[in-house]
């Protein structure tokens, strides 16, 4: 009479609890060599079943089909390996030249428009607590901003190189075309000392920092952003019909030219009210 072993394989998921008095990396490390943990099993699954006989030859046949099978699914997994790495390196392939494709299309692109060797600009003085900050703009010939400069009063040389090297990088991203309103966005409500009333803008009242301050006054002068400032504009004017003629549309060409337009913050036409005693002769003589 034969008698069978019957071998039941499962497959079990399980999960460790630990209980940290604080987490950090050496905790977290020594997890591995902790045996106060709950294990949870979370699921057990019947993989298969392999029945054999005491029987000398019926375990010999079993054994040689055991083999085959075996052979069988080495075959089978080398053929599905191999197809799982072709797919791979077609998807490497693909990622791979779309990376070289977007990389000459930004080489091609991000070319750096350099600032003109004279060019325009303003300066403003402001006072945030007993800290004194210069800001220098300048500006291309079509009144867009492209680099700034940031001198603070009374700081010691690591704050002022800091400041400074914040400043090129600014000036570095809006050259290579990183848009204004970006930067704004980014640094605006930033919050760290010194912060408070600001004296000597007539627009900005406070700042949470220092670099709230200057990217609401560079958001204001060059993006028109009323919304960040706490004072309507005091160059507003009901006088609309300052621009009609040729000679007065020259007149105002002449002054965006010569003009900063983060001076007088895009307001050429109710700049034009403060100059309106000024005479000058666009004809030119024969």
């Known amino acids: 009479m034969?008698?069978?072993?019957?071998?039941?394989?499962?497959?079990?998921?399980?999960?460790?609890?630990?209980?940290?008095?604080?987490?950090?990396?050496?905790?977290?490390?020594e997890l591995e060599n902790r045996k106060d943990g709950e294990v949870h099993v979370i699921d057990v699954k019947l993989n298969n079943r392999k029945t054999k006989t005491t029987d000398k030859k019926e375990n010999i046949k079993n054994s040689l089909k055991s083999t085959e099978d075996n052979k069988t699914q080495e075959v089978a997994s080398i053929v599905n390996e191999k197809i799982i790495n072709s797919d791979k390196?077609?998807?490497y392939?693909?990622?791979h030249t779309n990376n070289i494709i977007s990389q000459k299309s930004i080489q091609k692109n991000n070319n750096r428009s350099k600032?003109?060797?004279?060019?325009?600009?303003?300066?403003?003085?402001?006072?945030?607590?007993?800290?004194?900050?210069?800001?220098?703009?300048?500006?291309?010939?079509?009144?867009?901003?492209?680099?700034?400069?940031?001198d603070m009063n009374k700081e010691g040389e690591l704050v002022k190189a800091l400041m400074n090297n914040f400043a090129i990088a600014i000036s570095l991203g809006l050259q290579y075309g990183v848009p204004l309103d970006e930067f704004v966005d980014a640094f605006i409500e930033t919050k760290f000392e010194p912060s408070g009333e600001i004296k000597?803008?007539?627009r900005i009242l406070s700042a949470s920092s220092i670099l709230d301050y200057i990217f609401?006054?560079?958001?204001?002068?060059?993006?028109?952003?009323?919304?960040?400032?706490?004072?309507?504009?005091?160059?507003?004017?009901?006088n609309n019909n300052i621009v009609t003629d040729d000679n007065q549309d020259a007149f105002l060409k002449?002054?965006?030219?010569?003009t900063s337009k983060g001076f007088i913050r895009s307001n050429f036409?109710?700049?034009?009210?403060?100059?309106?005693?000024?005479?000058?002769?666009?004809k030119s003589s024969k």
Do not use: W
């Not at 497959?11 to 905790?27: M, R």
């Not at 560079?218 to 993006?223: C, F, R, T, W």
């Not at 036409?269 to 666009?282: A, M, P, Q, T």
């Open 2 to 29: 034969s008698k069978f072993i019957v071998e039941t394989f499962y497959t079990c998921s399980f999960k460790i609890v630990h209980t940290l008095d604080e987490l950090n990396e050496k905790k977290l490390s």
């Open 89 to 91: 390196l077609e998807k």
């Open 93 to 95: 392939k693909e990622k």
């Open 115 to 150: 600032m003109p060797d004279r060019r325009k600009g303003y300066i403003q003085k402001i006072t945030i607590g007993n800290h004194k900050i210069y800001l220098h703009t300048g500006e291309y010939d079509d009144g867009k901003v492209g680099e700034i400069f940031i």
């Open 200 to 202: 000597g803008n007539d």
């Open 216 to 238: 609401r006054e560079l958001a204001i002068s060059y993006l028109g952003r009323e919304d960040l400032a706490h004072t309507p504009s005091i160059n507003k004017t009901e």
């Open 254 to 258: 002449l002054v965006k030219d010569i």
């Open 269 to 282: 036409k109710d700049k034009l009210v403060d100059l309106s005693n000024v005479r000058i002769n666009l």
